[in-house]
């Protein structure tokens, strides 16, 4: 996998940029360098895409480069298919989360099994952007997390930045990589700023290695893309406890880092995985029993997992309620009984 | 005011790029399938071509009865047959070049072999042992799809690509009837008219979709009437008649490699067997009905037309004959090996560099495998 080493720059320039403006970075800097590498998707042309992403492409690459593609989002990924068979790098635009459902058919039927089904001859180098989650007040359809259904499925990579600096740095790692990676993009931190030198981008790690966000002994919170700031909100809120709360961000969920997020769990010996998927059946379910065959005899008490709840995404009004925040995280490691700790 | 006259005061104008792109006439098909044996237009088609075709549909009619065969003894776990329709599979490969792409469904694997694909390499898929058992990329032929309509976007993307490269390279898709009601049908043609893609999308209505017939597929006149509304061209062709298949293809690849864009192209013919060997044919059509399509075998019109013509020798019917069962017994040699396939090959292609979940999974297996070669080697002690 490739890793886009850090150029030696003079002057670092850093000035605050949004978590959008960095993929936009991410995705020009890849199309400059790897002329196989088009854009395409439903109007990621002139208007840039509706979270501006793609803002310029087409300006500087032209229109077979970054496409503005009829409306239909199988057509999408299947012409995508037939373009990395002739050896391009395509990199999909779905325009919200829920509208990605009608390719799942051409991403479960054929990107993500291809490279299997060909015997290594066929890789499916194409990277599908799914802007998710939910908190920015969407109607419905425009605020679903739909990591479960992707993890689910063999031979896709699926990854999720929480950060600016990651959001350039996975989107590059995802466009290099030889297999289908599934980008989410948290869509509540698309304006999220932080200071940020587009000139001298941020080295990347391969996909896959998960990142200690904030260390900790009393506790892991186990997270990913928009709830990662809400973790890190927590754990802040959980100092006045007298509680010194590890935050662990995924990054990836696959392939899943299970020697960090083990490490942790083993100084800490107590976790709670925190995400806005519904719990039932969704990616927490997973992880904590993946702690749990790795570091049951380092646990103080059982994993619990922080979710969405298991409904259809809520109005907006209501959302607030659904999604994980800061007191039901702090609820939970109340519950990892912590009288056992002194 | 009648509401359709305040609706027209209310039109609106349309924005100064939208043209309508053609006067659809030119793109609607005809009436009748097109015909070339039998008729005038048989006189100007090429005596060498005819000669080729004929022995290639009777080295595909052996292909069928054999892999049909193979299924009987256990070899082969299914296998949609295109018996009758062997003119539309050996048109569809005769009608492209070396550098163009195939996009077969699952009944397609005759039209790959006509290729020139390796007949065994052609049947993994259908026999069990991998999904593939070619190299996509060297034979320029995609993996049979067995998901319905789901390869004809890939064939847009593909050409369309080849185009942005520079290349003239067409792409020549297949599907049956009832892949037509599917939303990714509809997608790719769409993508295709738009984009002019250099690709041609045979649509090989064979009467049914397993058991539903095409009026319950359809209300439209004609599967090639679609073509209409996408903007291009849809031919109507009687896919039986081989001369008329490989006419109205190659033109139609012509076209597309031309920079004119993409054309439906519906080829009506039969199916003689059922859907596959696991289907009973009885339940929704009558004896009736296939015999009746018997007088119209491709291989019966292509042979009365050569024999007419004298174009028909014994040395030919005799070449022919040979060649077909040389195949068919190379096919059964070669298919009644087991194939030696090493379960750790599960592990190998899921992603370029294995996954820590998937390293542990293969060394579990790698475990249960060495114990139970112990265990083998124990008893056969
Ligand atoms: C998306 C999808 N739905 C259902 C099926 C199951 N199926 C396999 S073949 C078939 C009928 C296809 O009929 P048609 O497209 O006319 O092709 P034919 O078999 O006649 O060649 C069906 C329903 C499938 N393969 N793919």
């Known amino acids: 996998m490739t890793t886009v080493a850090a150029k030696p720059v003079t002057k670092p320039v850093t000035k605050p940029a949004t978590m959008a403006q960095a993929l936009g970075r991410a995705l020009r800097d890849s199309m400059a360098e790897d002329p196989s590498v088009h854009v395409l998707g439903e109007d990621v042309g002139a208007l840039g895409g509706v979270f501006r992403v793609t803002d310029g492409l087409t300006k500087e690459f032209g229109e077979e480069r970054c496409t503005d593609t009829p409306l239909a989002e199988a057509g999408i990924l299947g012409t995508a298919v037939g373009m990395a068979m002739y050896g391009l790098r395509p990199v999909v635009e779905m325009q919200f989360d829920a509208f990605a459902y009608p390719a799942f058919e051409q991403l479960i039927s054929h990107v993500a099994r291809m490279r299997n089904r060909t015997r290594g001859a066929m890789p499916m180098p194409i990277t599908v952007r799914v802007p998710y989650g939910g908190g920015i007040g969407g109607v419905e359809h425009h605020s679903d997390s739909s990591e479960a259904y992707y993890m689910a499925t063999p031979g896709l990579h699926v990854v999720t930045p929480a950060t600016v600096a990651d959001a350039y740095g996975l989107l590059r790692a995802s466009i290099a990589s030889d297999d289908p990676v599934v980008f989410l993009e948290p869509k509540r931190l698309y304006w999220s700023k932080a200071d940020w030198n587009p000139a001298a981008p941020t080295a990347v790690e391969p996909i896959g290695r998960a990142v200690v966000r904030r260390t900790g002994r009393s506790a892991t919170l ?14 802040e809120a959980a100092r006045a406890e007298g509680w010194d709360l590890e935050v662990v961000d995924l990054r990836s969920l696959v392939p899943f880092d299970d020697e960090t997020v083990a490490a942790s769990v083993r100084r800490t010996g107590r976790a709670v995985v925190v995400h806005e998927s519904g719990g039932f059946g969704g990616p927490g379910g997973e992880i904590a ?7 049951f005899h380092h646990l103080e008490a059982p994993v619990l997992r922080v979710a969405g709840f298991d409904i259809p995404y809520p109005p907006p009004m209501l959302e607030k309620h659904h999604l994980p925040g800061v007191d039901r995280i702090l609820d939970a490691v109340a519950r990892l009984q912590w009288e056992a700790e002194s | 005011m009648t509401v359709m006259e305040q609706r027209g005061a209310y039109r609106p104008t349309p924005p100064p790029a939208w043209q309508p792109r053609t006067d659809p006439a030119p793109l609607l098909p005809d009436a009748e399938p097109y015909r070339v044996l039998g008729t005038d237009a048989a006189q100007k088609a090429d005596p060498g071509l005819l000669r080729r075709l004929y022995a290639e549909l009777v080295r595909g009619r052996r292909y069928n009865t054999q892999a049909t ?3 009987k003894q256990g070899r082969l776990a299914v296998y949609p047959s295109s018996t009758g329709q062997e003119a539309c599979e050996v048109a569809a490969a005769f009608a492209l070049e070396e550098r163009d792409w195939l996009f077969p ?35 320029r032929i995609a993996p049979l799809s067995t998901p319905l309509a789901t390869q004809l976007p890939h064939a847009v993307g593909l050409a369309h690509a080849a185009r942005l490269k520079g290349d003239d390279v067409v792409a020549l898709a ?30 090989q209505n064979n009467g049914f979709a397993i058991s539903v017939p095409l009026a319950k597929q359809t209300a439209a006149p004609s599967l090639a009437h679609k073509a209409v509304g996408y903007g291009m061209p849809g031919r109507l062709v009687d896919g039986n008649d081989a001369a008329a298949m490989h006419e109205v293809l190659s033109e139609a690849v012509a076209r597309a490699r031309a920079g004119g864009g993409p054309t439906l192209v519906e080829a009506v013919t039969y199916r003689m067997e059922a859907h596959t060997n696991a289907d009973d044919a009885t339940r ?21 037309e050569l024999t007419e013509r004298g174009l028909l020798d014994d040395d030919l019917k005799r070449q022919a004959g040979d060649d077909a069962e040389a195949m068919a017994a190379d096919l059964r040699g070669r298919m009644n090996q087991d194939p030696q396939l090493d379960p750790m090959d599960l592990f190998t292609h899921v992603y370029a560099e294995q996954t820590s979940q998937l390293r542990e999974q293969a060394a579990q297996l790698r475990a249960e495998l060495e114990v139970a070669s112990e265990e083998a080697e124990e008893e056969a002690r």
Do not use: K
């Open chain 1, 222 to 235: 186990i997270t990913y893309g928009p709830s990662v700031p809400v973790c890190m909100e927590a754990a």
């Open chain 2, 284 to 304: 929704y059509r009558p004896d009736a009905e296939v015999t009746a399509w018997r007088d119209h075998d491709p291989i019966l019109l292509l042979e009365r």
């Open chain 2, 174 to 203: 297949m599907v049956g009837d009832g892949g037509t009601s599917e939303g990714d049908f509809h997608e790719a043609l769409n993508f295709a008219a738009v984009w002019q893609a250099p690709v041609v999308f045979l649509v």
């Open chain 1, 289 to 295: 029993a993946r702690i749990t065959e790795r570091c």
């Open chain 2, 105 to 139: 469904s699952y009944r397609d694997t005759l039209a790959a072999v006509a290729r020139g694909l390796d007949p065994v390499s052609a049947l993994t898929l259908l026999r069990g042992d991998w999904h593939t058992g070619y190299d996509p990329r060297e034979a």
């Open chain 2, 69 to 71: 065969a193979l299924t």
